[in-house]
Each structure stands twice: as structure tokens, then as C-alpha cells.
């Protein structure tokens, strides 16, 4: 079983920064963040794996950076140029080594413009 605690998040205005943290409680294959805005599908935004590979979302590439201690288990999401459409709940994901699934609790990031 692995828990995910996030940290972050808040409300900003448009061109903002904020940094999301999300710190796993085992050892997880690959972690990052997905998103849901109200009436819309969650969707990955970023990940990063315990190799260092990446993945980023077309609509937040150049502006969002995932990145990951593997000491402290922990990924974060450095989030720059924030959009009104950025905002949305960001859920922090995580497989373990098994590859079972667990999700955070979830965070709300509100852009005013």
C-alpha cells in the first residue's frame, strides 16, 4: 500500500507560479499528475519515471516541470506561465513496483485572469 500526500496549490493570477509536491510513503515506479477540470475528463499532465524519463502534456510543455527525489519518494510540479485554463483539481499518481495504482487527494490550482 502506498499513500500520497500532496502539498501546493492555491489561487493565483495569470502568469503566476506555484509548486506542487507530492510525497509517496513507498517506493513507486513512476509518479506525476493529473488533472480534472469541472465538466471534463481527468488528464495526465506530467510524469516522471525512476529512470528519468518524462512525459509532458502538449498544452503545458515550456511551461510546467516534473521532477522527482527518489531519496524522499517524493515528485514535484513546478508549475510557471499559469493560464485560467490551467485551472482544474491536480491529483497526484503513482504505481508501485507491482504496478498497483494510487491517487492523492487531490489539490485545487485556481488562475484568475
Known amino acids: 500500500q502506498v499513500q500520497l500526500v500532496e502539498s501546493g496549490g492555491g489561487l493565483v493570477q495569470a502568469g503566476g507560479s506555484l509548486r506542487l509536491s507530492c510525497a509517496a510513503s513507498?517506493?513507486?515506479?513512476?509518479m506525476g499528475w493529473f488533472r480534472q477540470a469541472p465538466g471534463k475528463e481527468r488528464e495526465l499532465v506530467a510524469r516522471?519515471?525512476?529512470?528519468?524519463?518524462?512525459f509532458y502534456a502538449d498544452s503545458v510543455k515550456g511551461r510546467f516541470t516534473i521532477s522527482r527525489d527518489n531519496a524522499k519518494n517524493t515528485v514535484y510540479l513546478q508549475m510557471n506561465s499559469l493560464k485560467p485554463e490551467d485551472t482544474a483539481v491536480y491529483y497526484c499518481?503513482?504505481?508501485?513496483?507491482?504496478?498497483?495504482?494510487?491517487w492523492g487527494q487531490g489539490t485545487q490550482v485556481t488562475v484568475s485572469s
Open positions: 499518481n503513482a504505481a508501485s513496483p507491482s504496478l498497483r495504482n494510487y
Open positions: 513507498g517506493r513507486t515506479l513512476h
Open positions: 516522471t519515471w525512476s529512470n528519468g524519463n518524462t
